[in-house]
């Protein structure tokens, strides 16, 4: 047990660095990779997938799925830009879209736990409703913010060429990480979490109330990409019904590659984080590198089927 703890602790660090190591191979690209103004770039890129990937894990932790993420990052940023062209503030704007979302997860969970349904099915669904939606509402066309709207601050890469400073977009990020973190490891409901993910039948019995958690599970982390909606739409300056399409894939991707069971039960904040920001750093490194598209997307799917396998493994190696 000692090992299998070890091995997800330090697994997301190790891939981390055998991508870094991998990128530092090549000698055209360290003098560009390397810097600070590249590494604030991929941390931008970074931002939405990890504000994704904490609600993400929330729901994987407690034995759930969402497929719906993507979607609903899609409609958030177009009811986004909807209210900032009818005049709203950007405080309402913000708080709007988070509630959306929260709606969104508080549907999907009160359906998953009143009605017993299978998440996978539910939330895939709820991700045809949202594109729906997101087209009904923009027209099947963007929807571009006003000029100088504030919300496009929230990643505006200040002195570019610099790592710090960070836009206030990430140092978000960073605090929904911290509290995410601190509601997991720290409060009842992250043990009920862990519980219900772990055994929900000896959950139950030992008087956990199932369907309440799970319902506050989905709405927290509906709120999470409800504020990833509002990172996407600050990244375009604009609301766009298309985008975010497979998002949710990698999203659910850096939660396991960050050592989160899709059994349940095993899950953290942090390895979710180095996840994505795996990912990102694989994306940046190919790219500069020279590889086509399709050949970063073989690689992710190849490193998400190891990270299964290895998941995999420490189970049978738990048992």
């Known amino acids: 047990m000692t090992f299998r703890r070890l091995l997800s602790t330090a697994g997301p660090v190790l891939g981390l660095l055998l991508v870094l190591g991998l990128i530092a191979l090549y000698p055209e690209v360290r003098p560009v990779f390397f810097t600070g103004g590249n590494c604030k770039t991929i941390l931008v890129q970074t931002a939405i997938v990890a504000v994704g990937a904490l609600g993400m894990t929330l729901i994987i932790v407690s034995g759930g799925i969402d497929l719906s993420v993507g979607s609903m990052v899609a409609l958030g940023s177009v009811v986004a830009a909807r209210c900032l062209n009818a005049g709203w503030s950007t405080a309402g704007t913000i708080a709007a879209t988070m509630i959306l979302g929260g709606f969104v997860g508080c549907l999907n969970g009160g359906i998953i736990a009143g009605f017993r349904m299978l998440p996978f099915i539910v939330t895939l ?10 087209k009904w509402i923009s027209g099947k066309q963007t929807v571009p913010n006003p000029e100088n709207a504030t919300l496009g601050r929230l990643l505006d890469p200040i002195n570019p060429d610099q790592l710090l400073p960070l836009p206030p977009g990430v140092w978000a990020s960073l605090g929904l990480a911290m509290l995410i973190a601190v509601l997991m490891r720290r409060t009842v409901f992250g043990r009920y979490l862990f519980a219900i993910g772990s055994n929900e039948s000896a959950a139950r019995l030992s008087g956990v109330r199932v369907a309440w958690v799970k319902l506050g599970v989905y709405t927290v982390a509906g709120l999470l990409f409800g504020f990833a909606s509002l990172l996407q739409n600050a990244r375009l300056s604009l609301g766009d019904p298309t985008a975010a399409n497979g998002l949710e894939l990698d999203i659910i991707a850096a939660v396991v590659i960050g050592g989160a069971s899709l059994n349940g039960g095993t899950g953290s904040v942090s ?38 396998g290895l998941d995999k493994w420490r189970q049978s190696r738990g048992t």
């Open 125 to 134: 669904g709820t991700m045809g409703v949202l594109r729906g939606s997101a």
């Open 271 to 308: 390895g979710s984080l180095l996840g994505a920001l795996t990912m990102a750093v694989l994306r940046s490194g190919t790219q500069q590198i020279g590889w086509e598209t399709y050949v970063q997307e073989i690689i992710i799917g190849l490193v998400i089927v190891f990270a299964v």
